[in-house]
T-cell receptor, first 112, second 112 residues
């Protein structure tokens, strides 16, 4: 069966520090991969999605970036974190585009 | 630009009641629609996925309907239980279902 892993589960970082969140999927090949952010009191916002290695689409301009170095690995990064980057970051995958999305357990990021 | 709303924002019902959660979207040119539940501090669990060509999907006590022309979907929960307490989110998939837009969610409390 397919599983999705996100780490770390929680992270506290100072303003201006770099960020790297990792997401991996097991049990499937060539998945669509997604990064979302859920800010306090707000809905889920799609940040990036990828349909293949090296193919990244950005939905919202920001100081975050995403990379897909391997088929089942999706990384969310920042060179310098802002206070507004605080939130709950969720990774998701789906098979073909008409199949449901499945989410990881999320990373709660707090910026101090 | 697709916008998704959910009514009500919060709902509290006694155990055993049947209930309906509503989801509305502004652009009827959708690829699919997915319902999720989210427990506090956790990731999302997929409940039902309805393709744009379908009118409803059922899973156990859950039934989701889709009326694309009116831009609405409903999630019906039969015989509610305390374990159903969670936030329920609907998400509308656009082009090939890749760029999901989420609603703000309905927070459901089922009282024993």
């Amino acid at each position: 069966s397919q599983t999705i892993h996100q780490w770390p589960a929680t992270l506290v970082q100072p303003v201006g520090s770099p960020l790297s969140l990792e997401c991996t999927v097991e049990g499937t090949s060539n998945p669509n991969l997604y990064w979302y952010r859920q800010a306090a009191g707000r809905g889920l916002q799609l940040l990036f999605y990828s349909v293949g290695i090296g193919q990244i689409s950005s939905e919202v301009p920001q100081n975050l970036s995403a990379s897909r170095p391997q088929d089942r690995q999706f990384i969310l990064s920042s060179k310098k974190l802002l206070l507004s980057d605080s939130g709950f970051y969720l990774c998701a995958w789906s098979g073909q585009s008409n199949q449901p999305q499945h989410f990881g357990d999320g990373t709660r990021l707090s910026i101090l | 630009k697709q916008e998704v709303t959910q009514i009500p924002a919060a709902l509290s019902v006694p155990e055993g009641e049947n209930l309906v959660l509503n989801c509305s979207f502004t652009d009827s040119a959708i690829y699919n629609l997915q319902w999720f539940r989210q427990d506090p501090g956790k990731g999302l669990t997929s409940l039902l996925l309805i393709q744009s060509s379908q009118r409803e999907q059922t899973s156990g006590r859950l039934n989701a309907s889709l009326d694309k022309s009116s831009g609405r979907s409903t999630l019906y929960i039969a015989a509610s239980q305390p374990g159903d307490s969670a936030t329920y989110l609907c998400a509308v998939g656009g082009f090939y279902g890749q760029n999901f837009v989420f609603g703000p969610g309905t927070r459901l409390s089922v009282l024993p």
